[in-house]
């Protein structure tokens, strides 16, 4: 999420929001949330763990790529 954060610190194209899954049940329901972090990109792209940057920034081009 730290990473989430300051590329929308550093783009006004990128927000991050994080939720607390215990607080937000049905939230994490409606995302099969199994394991935190659970990172979800505008819907489109969805993955659990913490990753190296470069793999975190791989995954936000992929869900970007797929908005076009």
Known sequence: ??????????S???RATAI???E??????AYRVMAVPKIVI???????G???ESDFLAKVLE????VH
Do not use: I
């Open 42 to 48: 505008n819907d489109r792209v969805q993955f659990e």
């Open 24 to 29: 937000f049940p049905d939230l994490s329901r």
């Open 1 to 10: 999420m730290r990473l989430a954060q300051h590329m929308a610190v550093a």
């Open 20 to 22: 607390e899954a215990t």
């Open 12 to 14: 006004d194209r990128v």
């Open 50 to 52: 913490a990753l190296p």
């Open 63 to 66: 869900a970007a790529s797929a």
